[in-house]
């Protein structure tokens, strides 16, 4: 596709209950991003792949959080047993190092 | 600990008028610096990249520099269209690995 796709747009989900959250990066964007944005909050850094490797995932906010990529495009961010903290706005993003970074229209995750 | 702040947090202006966004990161020694605009209930749109070698880019009425010695950006509209309304954020990168943001500007352009 011609931008960063993410599915669902939204996510209502029962507290306790675990979430895949997934994001398409645009093809070839070597590099991929996890951000969340919480209600009248900043953005928040959660992790970032380069290729289908995690050098950085010290955003991360607890062991109930994971992430994966496989084949150096697609991700999945992984809730487990969410809270009501958990909810918020997950945007990814990808790129070509060292150029412009492109964002996806975000997962509006609530808890319930 | 990095920090980028956004001043003014609000703006409200008249079409047609040119205005200026501040950014200011307290580490000078970046590798990047994009200017993003998030509409209501929408993700971010890239709007320019200044890598650290660059002074300023420009983008159609958009016109951002990069001083890296005294830690600041400017984005600068050109004569602001009521489709110009939205939070307008900074984000510094350090190394590639990610990107810190300020809170932004919402900027609300008046008919």
């Known amino acids: 596709g011609a931008g960063v796709s993410q599915s669902p747009s939204n996510k209502v989900t029962e507290k306790g209950k675990d979430v895949e959250l997934r994001c398409d990066p645009i093809?070839?964007?070597?590099?991929l991003y996890w951000y969340r944005q919480s209600l009248g909050q900043g953005l928040e850094f959660l992790i970032y792949?380069?290729?289908?490797?995690?050098?950085?995932k010290s955003g991360l906010p607890s062991d109930r959080f994971s992430a994966e990529r496989t084949g150096g495009s697609v991700s999945t961010l992984t809730i487990q047993r969410t809270q009501q903290e958990d909810s918020a706005v997950y945007l990814c993003?990808?790129?070509?190092?060292?150029?412009?970074?492109?964002f996806g229209q975000g997962t509006r995750l609530t808890v319930v | 600990k990095q920090e980028v702040t956004q001043i003014p947090a609000a703006l409200s202006v008249p079409e047609g008028e040119n205005l200026v966004l501040n950014c200011s990161f307290t580490?000078?020694?970046?590798?990047?610096l994009q200017w993003f605009r998030q509409d209501p209930g929408k993700g971010l749109t890239s709007l320019l990249l200044?890598?650290?070698?660059?002074r300023e880019q420009t983008s159609g009425r958009l016109n951002a520099s990069l001083d890296k010695s005294s830690g600041r950006s400017t984005l600068y509209i050109a004569a602001s269209q009521p489709g110009d309304s939205a939070t307008y954020l900074c984000?510094?990168?350090?190394?590639?690995?990610?990107?810190?943001f300020g809170s932004g500007t919402k900027l609300n352009v008046k008919p």
């Open positions: 792949f380069q290729g289908n490797s995690a050098p950085d």
């Open positions: 984000a510094v990168e350090y190394n590639f690995n990610k990107f810190y």
């Open positions: 200044i890598q650290s070698s660059q």
């Open positions: 993003a990808s790129r070509i190092k060292n150029t412009e970074a492109f």
């Open positions: 580490d000078s020694a970046i590798y990047n």
């Open positions: 093809s070839g964007h070597t590099a």
